[in-house]
């Protein structure tokens, strides 16, 4: 059943108690752009509310409006991903949206309304700082990859959720094309065509395609823990001393380093573009110590729970690794030469040209010197010297 706004509410009242249907109820759809929620491709989100209560209900599509070359997707990711709603808000209430119920057969669920919070990508694309955001980050993904880890459970629960959460097309989605740069475009924006450029010289070294290669054949591999998938600065909502998590649908096994270098891959862009506006010094420090902050609270949280099992030489691949899916994930978003709000608040080609190159240079230095690297601290003084390196080469022209 593809459910409306018009047959929305009645369904609801009718099949569930979360509804007095004596009372009139109020449905929207979020349309893409909404500064509070992206509707993205592969759902319809719909506001639905009666009085001072408020929910929101997500709905699987099947016929997405882009080709991605995958057929019709599988509907039953909308059950799969209230499912991974529920695992982990057993695990860190405090950082997941409740979630009430599903209907699988319909493919959607509904959740609690997020309300007056906000999404952190367009919080921080208007120079707001938060605190906390760091520390809270780093500890929700050292409790959720412990817990989902064989540090914590036995081989045969790994399984059956390995066996449960797993999604053939969701994960091709990720390996062939959010990971996936393209190649052989020819943009006619001479900004972007400069871009691809960058992109084509950069896939011509055998090096730097061989990292790649072996980046895609360790998040299919290693499977480590369950990963969030699709965890960048969209799917976390904020006020200024709260945090959500929403979108679960990439929900699979991986490595541990993959959603920590995915979500650290939109601070890494918000740096570069605060660095070319050159306005706000302050939030590029916030940037770095927030990046600081994410690892360290990540580290001390996981070797804390895991305990003497845990070894110096474990940290240190989910760091290098981390690095690299950081490198993937930001040098595939700017390659897609799509809507990316992270430069694209710069509101000038010129400058949004420069923050991407930054952020490229800075991606292929971690991606050929992330096995170099032994602590976060390094890495900040790399992106530093990095920086340092092309302001002045900009300044020389």
Same mark, same amino acid.
């Given at each position: ?8 509410? =009645? ?27 992206? =509707? ?21 599509? $099947?016929?997405? &409006? ?14 799969? $991903? ?10 860190? &209430? ?6 009430? /119920? ?29 605190? /906390? ?7 929700? /993904? ?30 091709? !989605? ?6 996936? &740069? $393209? ?32 980046? !895609? ?8 823990? %369950? ?27 991986? &490595?541990?380093?993959? =959603? ?6 939109? !601070? ?19 940037? %770095?110590?927030? %990046? ?12 804390? /729970? ?92």
């Amino acid at each position: 059943m593809l459910l409306s706004e018009d047959t929305l509410g =009645d369904y609801l009242c009718a099949r569930t108690d979360l509804f007095d249907p004596s009372q009139p109820i109020t449905v929207k759809r979020l349309e893409t752009g909404d500064d509070r929620y992206i =509707d993205g491709y592969l759902n319809y989100l719909y506001s639905v509310k009666q009085g001072e209560r408020s929910f929101v209900v997500k709905h699987a599509r $099947e016929d997405i &409006p882009i080709d991605l070359g995958l057929g019709p997707l599988d509907t039953r990711r909308n059950y799969i $991903e209230y499912n991974s709603y529920r695992l982990r808000e057993g695990i860190t &209430p405090q950082w997941v949206p409740h979630a009430y /119920l599903a209907d699988a057969d319909n493919h959607f669920f509904v959740t609690e309304d997020l309300a007056p919070m906000r999404t952190l990508r367009f919080e921080l694309c208007k120079g707001k700082q938060f605190p /906390l955001m760091g520390r809270q980050v780093g500890q929700f /993904l050292a409790k959720n990859h412990y817990a989902t880890s064989a540090f914590c459970l036995p081989g045969r629960d790994l399984d059956t959720l390995d066996g449960f959460f797993f999604n053939q097309q969701m994960h091709s !989605i990720i390996t062939d094309l959010i990971l996936s &740069p $393209e190649l052989g475009m020819t943009p006619a924006d001479p900004y972007e065509a400069a871009i691809q450029q960058t992109i084509e010289t950069m896939f011509a070294d055998e090096a730097i395609r061989s990292e790649w290669q072996g980046l !895609i054949a360790a998040f299919l591999e290693k499977k480590q823990c %369950l990963i969030h998938g699709d965890f960048h600065t969209s799917n976390a909502f904020i006020s200024r001393s709260d945090l959500k998590v929403i979108d679960m649908e990439y929900t699979s096994f991986g &490595p541990f380093g993959y =959603d920590l270098g995915y979500f650290l891959a939109n !601070i890494l862009s918000q740096w570069a573009a605060f660095t070319i506006r050159g306005s706000n010094p302050s939030m590029c420090e916030y940037l %770095l110590r927030m %990046l600081t902050d994410v690892y360290q609270e990540y580290f001390a949280g996981l070797s804390g /729970l895991i305990g003497r099992r845990c070894r110096p030489h474990m940290l240190t691949e989910v760091l290098q690794d981390s690095l690299g899916y950081l490198a993937l994930a930001g040098i595939s978003r700017i390659a897609h030469h799509g809507e990316f709000p992270d430069y694209d608040y710069l509101g000038d080609p010129e400058l949004s040209f420069l923050a991407k190159t930054l952020s490229l240079l800075v991606c292929k230095t971690l991606l050929t010197k992330r096995h170099t690297i032994t602590h976060p601290a390094q890495v900040i003084r790399l992106l530093q010297l990095v920086r340092d390196g092309f302001v002045a080469e900009i300044h020389e022209r």
